[in-house]
């Protein structure tokens, strides 16, 4: 496992009965933290889109405020 997923690793260890622990639970929760990545990724994604579209605005008010002058 890459090292980006070592916090995980160590959530799981320090919250769960690892001598317990199944299969199942141990997926449950490796797909919920995935889940949680997927989510931020598209917020951040989104979030860019936004600013590139207030970006393109801001300079088209710009090169109309030149035209006009």
């Avoid at 141990?26 to 889940?35: F, P, T």
């Amino acid at each position: 496992m890459t090292p980006k997923f070592d916090y995980v690793v160590c959530s799981i260890e320090a919250s769960k009965d690892l001598d317990n622990l199944s299969i199942d639970e141990l997926q449950s929760s490796l797909l919920v933290h995935e889940q949680r990545m997927n989510g931020h990724a598209m917020e951040e994604q989104a979030w860019k889109v936004a600013m590139q579209k207030i970006l393109y605005s801001y300079h088209m008010i710009l090169d109309l405020i030149k035209f006009a002058f």
